[in-house]
């Protein structure tokens, strides 16, 4: 989690997620929802989603890195870091 700077010329807000490197469409075609769902189940995340499809299309693999993003974020002078968040579900619908 992220946190604002004054200064840091973003009107003291910041990005609010990693941005995607995938499409929709493309993410849907790429991976299989059940094995998704699967996969962040067997890490201990619930998943609650109306279809295989739609769970695909929000597939952490169809996001840039965050660790990447928020590395970035804080070297631009944008933000601070305040806290690490861990996933504990995931709702699609």
Known sequence: MLAGVAGGGAF????????RVMSR????RTITGTAL????E????AVRGTSPR???????EAYN???EVVSAAVAAGLCR??????PAGVVKG
């Open 81 to 86: 870091k305040v806290a690490r968040l861990v």
């Open 12 to 19: 003291n807000s910041t990005c609010h997620g990693a941005g």
């Open 25 to 28: 469409h493309k993410a849907a």
């Open 37 to 40: 769902r699967r996969k962040l």
């Open 42 to 45: 067997a890490q201990g995340i």
């Open 54 to 60: 739609g769970l695909a299309e929000e597939a952490p």
């Open 65 to 67: 890195n965050v660790d």
